[in-house]
C-alpha cells in the first residue's frame, strides 16, 4: 500500500497517464495529475479523486511550478512517473522541424522533473521513478525517427538515474509497451494507413502487431499494475531496468 506517499504523474489526463494514476490512487496514494488539456484533465481528477495541474511540460518553468506545487501542497514528493508523450509519423527527409523539437521536449527534457523531485525523495531516504519509454526504446521503426530517438535517450537517463540514486534510497526504472489501445495510438492509425499506403483496418495486423508473439494490444491498466509493483517493497531491488511489455516483440 501506498497510503502515505504523494505522486506526480504526467500526461494523466487520458490513456496510460490516467491507468497509471488509477493505479496509484487505488493503493492510497495522493496523486498530482498533469496534462495540457485542462477540460479534460480537471473531469479525470475529479473521476479518480487527484489533484489537477494543467501546465505545458516542454516549457522548464512549468516543470518547476509543478514540482513547487506538489511539494507546498503535501509537504514532499515521493513517485515521480514521466508519461506524456505524443507521436508523429513522417519519413526523415520531410520531418517538420518544429515537431522534432516538440517532441523532444516533451518525452525526453521534461523527465528532467526527475531533477527537481530528487531532493525531496533524497530527504526522505526513498524516491520511485518510473519513465514510461517504449518498445521503440530498445527497436527501431521506421517514419519514427523522433520519438525512437526519445524512448531510446529515456532509457539512458534512467540508468543513469538509477546509478546515482541507489545509495539514497531512490529507484529508477523504464516501462518498455508495445502498442497500447489509448487516444494517442487511435491517432496514429490513419498516418500509419498513408504512409505505408495501406487500408486503415489493416495497420494493427499488419503494422502495430506484426512482430508480436501475443497478437493482442497491450490494456493500459496492464500499464498502471506494473508502475504498482515497481512502488512497491517487493521491487526495492530493482532498478535501471528497461522493462519490455511487448507481447514477444523483442524475442524475435
Given at each position: 500500500m501506498?497510503?502515505?506517499?504523494?505522486a506526480?504523474?504526467?500526461?494523466?489526463a487520458?490513456g496510460?497517464?490516467?491507468a497509471v494514476?488509477?493505479?496509484?490512487?487505488?493503493e492510497g496514494?495522493?496523486v498530482?495529475?498533469a496534462d495540457?488539456n485542462?477540460a479534460?484533465?480537471?473531469?479525470?481528477a475529479?473521476k479518480l479523486?487527484?489533484?489537477p495541474?494543467?501546465?505545458?511540460?516542454?516549457?522548464r518553468?512549468?516543470?518547476?511550478?509543478?514540482?513547487?506545487?506538489t511539494a507546498?501542497?503535501?509537504g514532499?514528493?515521493?513517485i515521480?512517473?514521466?508519461?506524456?508523450?505524443?507521436?508523429?509519423v513522417?519519413?526523415?527527409e520531410?520531418?517538420p522541424?518544429?515537431?522534432?523539437?516538440f517532441?523532444i521536449s516533451l518525452m525526453?527534457?521534461?523527465?528532467l522533473l526527475?531533477?527537481?523531485?530528487?531532493?525531496?525523495?533524497?530527504e526522505n531516504?526513498?524516491?520511485?521513478?518510473i519513465n514510461?519509454s517504449s518498445?521503440h526504446?530498445?527497436?527501431?521503426?521506421?517514419?519514427?525517427?523522433?520519438?525512437?530517438?526519445?524512448?531510446?535517450?529515456?532509457?539512458g537517463?534512467?540508468?543513469t538515474?538509477?546509478?546515482e540514486?541507489g545509495?539514497l534510497?531512490?529507484t529508477?526504472?523504464a516501462?518498455?509497451?508495445?502498442y497500447v489501445?489509448t487516444?494517442?495510438?487511435?491517432?496514429?492509425?490513419a498516418a500509419?494507413a498513408?504512409?505505408?499506403?495501406i487500408p486503415?483496418?489493416?495497420?494493427?495486423?499488419?503494422?502495430?502487431?506484426?512482430?508480436?508473439?501475443?497478437?493482442k494490444?497491450v490494456?493500459?491498466?496492464n500499464?498502471?499494475?506494473?508502475v504498482?509493483?515497481l512502488?512497491s517493497?517487493?521491487?526495492?531491488?530493482i532498478?535501471?531496468?528497461?522493462?519490455?511489455?511487448d507481447?514477444?516483440?523483442t524475442?524475435n
Open positions: 501506498l497510503n502515505d506517499k504523494i506526480i504523474v504526467t500526461g494523466a487520458s496510460i497517464g490516467y494514476a488509477q493505479a496509484l490512487r487505488q496514494a495522493q498530482v495529475m495540457v485542462e479534460l484533465l480537471r473531469e479525470s475529479r479523486g487527484g489533484v495541474f494543467v501546465g505545458n511540460l516542454t516549457k518553468e512549468d516543470c518547476r511550478q509543478l514540482v513547487d506545487f507546498q501542497r503535501f514532499r514528493i515521493d515521480l512517473a514521466n508519461v506524456a508523450g505524443v507521436q508523429h513522417c519519413p526523415i520531410e520531418f522541424e518544429d515537431k522534432w523539437d517532441i525526453l527534457t521534461a523527465p526527475t531533477r527537481y523531485c530528487w531532493p525531496y525523495m533524497k531516504g526513498w524516491g520511485r521513478i514510461m518498445i526504446g530498445l527497436v527501431a521503426s521506421e517514419f519514427k525517427s523522433a520519438y525512437v530517438s526519445a524512448k531510446h535517450g529515456l532509457i537517463f534512467t540508468k538515474a538509477a546509478m540514486g545509495s534510497g531512490i529508477c526504472n516501462i518498455c509497451p508495445a489501445m487516444p494517442l495510438v487511435e491517432k496514429q492509425i500509419q498513408q504512409t505505408h499506403g486503415e483496418d489493416k495497420v494493427i495486423s499488419d503494422i502495430m502487431l506484426s512482430k508480436a508473439a501475443i497478437k494490444m490494456p493500459a491498466e500499464i498502471g499494475a506494473i504498482k509493483f512502488c517493497d517487493a521491487a526495492d531491488s532498478t535501471g531496468i528497461a522493462l519490455p511489455i507481447g514477444g516483440w524475442a
